[in-house]
């Protein structure tokens, strides 16, 4: 499998541009000290409001979202993982928080907390658990970091830092939390030692996760043990490859005390055996059909079914159709989802796979009635919602199409892949004005307020629009420039 870094090398500029923004919040506020140096300290978290840091994340995910080639750009798998986080996110001391979950494929095991909630996660992490219960272990121990501010608390313990000490120190440790190479090149010119020491969390900081991770689980109805079984296969692997030990380990120092904590509190508690949902190895098969060449995929998924090397017979056939759909091979595709099927194993995983074959063998109408079907059952499931819409538009059954976006838009307005759909839809019908008002909601969504603007601009310009649509755009485009200039005072002035 090819390892995409989370960070390569000509990528840290533009995070130490982010990071910037997070250093002109702390530096205006700091009193000058006699050698020139600013004093961070408790000034620095009482400066960095919630709302601050969510901002960072999400100039931060933006960037992901646009521009790393690992990124994992799949409503079922994103589905998936914000299901899981947010159910620990509901047993955790921030119950309400704003977190959002995502995958980066990568197969080295990792996961990372960024500033705002935004947590990502390894395909490797997730394909290495044995249990649903571990993998929660690992996004429980992450969300505890950002319900405890340890990213913030452990940037602001430095209170003798330069300007370049601290945008390093932010890439540096932002980057070791998916790749350790890229972080070497965030905290090059910088004060190597002193932000080098950063780039692992504290043993308090990680004790203290261990902790709280451990009450979301137990909250949250997962087994416990989970935690500490995945951590004591990551100390094994650290021993056998000590100079290839997995990343994970090296963001996240693992002591004997914090592996010795971990299985007293699992011995404490009583045994629960909790079974692993099917979305959970519905998701684990189709990134493992998504990590290897579609051919390679299909061989490795028939030799497990030969072999009957598998933890769970209709996620193997599940894979093996996601491998021959990547392979284009519909038909081979539709006899492993009839065996599916057979198994009585229901997901909304396996109707979208469903339709979308039915559709490739060229029975529209098959994928339509699994599709009406599927969301009656499933009405939030995203690769449903985007697969139908795209069948419509596919089929031009334009009117139909506008009717169940706007409809699902009514429900989720902040959902940029709706936006961009119906932008799709008014341009095949020829609606100009509609069609970049639709962009613009896509582009300011993910953060490019300048294209957003741009749109709203070609809005302006159309002459198919009535007097109240083109009301709505003007008034839009006041409130997108609003926030342009708001944005880029604070930048000037010292705020992100």
Do not use: W
Not at 33 to 60: C, W
Not at 159 to 174: F, H, Y
Not at 258 to 280: C, E, G, K, P, T
Not at 422 to 429: E, L, P, R, T
């Amino acid at each position: 499998m090819k390892a995409f870094p989370f960070f390569s090398l000509t990528r840290v500029t533009r995070i130490l541009a982010a990071a910037g923004a997070f250093a002109a919040i702390l530096l205006p506020v700091m009193p000058a000290r006699a050698d020139g140096l600013p004093d961070l300290g408790e000034a620095a978290r009482a400066e960095l409001s919630a709302q601050m840091e969510r901002k960072i994340g999400e100039s931060i995910m933006n960037d992901i979202r646009l521009h790393e080639p690992g990124y994992i750009d799949d409503p079922e798998v994103s589905d998936y993982l914000n299901y899981l986080g947010h159910r620990l996110v509901a047993a955790s001391s921030d119950s309400t928080g704003n977190f959002h979950f995502f995958a980066i494929q990568d197969g080295s095991i990792n996961a990372f907390a960024m500033f705002g909630g935004f947590i990502g996660v390894n395909s490797g992490t997730i394909l290495t658990a044995q249990s649903e219960s571990e993998l929660a272990g690992v996004l429980a121990h992450e969300v505890a970091h950002v319900t405890q501010n340890h990213l913030v608390r452990q940037i602001s313990n430095q209170k003798q830092m330069t300007l370049p000490s601290i945008l390093a120190m932010l890439a540096g440790v932002l980057a070791a939390r998916s790749n350790s190479s890229a972080a070497a090149a965030g905290i090059m010119g910088a004060q190597a030692a002193v932000v080098q020491s950063q780039l692992a969390f504290t043993r308090e900081y990680e004790r203290e996760a261990d902790r709280v991770g451990y009450q979301m689980l137990q909250r949250a109805g997962f087994d416990v043990r989970g935690m500490t079984d995945f951590f004591e296969r990551l100390q094994r692997a650290g021993r056998l490859y000590e100079s290839n030990a997995p990343v994970y380990l090296r963001s996240h120092p693992l002591t004997i005390e914090r592996l010795s904590d971990m299985q007293n509190r699992a011995q404490s508690s009583a045994y629960r055996q909790i079974v692993n949902s099917m979305d959970f190895e519905f998701v684990r098969a189709k990134l493992r059909a998504m990590q290897d060449l579609p051919h390679e995929a299909v061989a490795g998924f028939a030799r497990r079914l030969e072999e009957k090397k598998y933890t769970s017979l209709a996620a193997t056939r599940y894979g093996l159709a996601v491998a021959h759909m990547r392979a284009r091979n519909a038909a081979a595709a539709q006899k492993e989802i009839e065996a599916v099927q057979k198994l009585r194993a229901a997901s909304a995983m396996v109707s979208s796979l469903a339709a979308e074959i039915r559709a490739a063998l060229g029975d529209s109408s098959g994928a339509q009635n699994i599709y009406s079907e599927a969301l009656r059952r499933y009405p939030r499931a995203k690769g449903l919602v985007y697969g139908c819409a795209r069948l419509l538009h596919s089929l031009r059954q334009y009117d139909q199409a506008l009717r169940f976006v706007s409809a699902q838009l009514q429900a989720n307005s902040s959902d940029s892949n709706l936006h961009e759909i119906q932008a799709k839809i008014y341009a095949a019908q020829g609606k100009r004005l509609l069609q970049h008002r639709a962009l613009a909601e896509f582009y300011a969504l993910r953060g490019l307020l300048n294209l957003a603007v741009e749109q709203l601009l070609f809005a302006q310009q159309a002459t198919d629009g009535n007097f109240y649509e083109q009301s709505v755009v003007d008034a839009r485009l006041r409130e997108l420039r609003a926030l342009r200039v708001e944005d880029e005072k604070l930048r000037k002035s010292g705020g992100f």
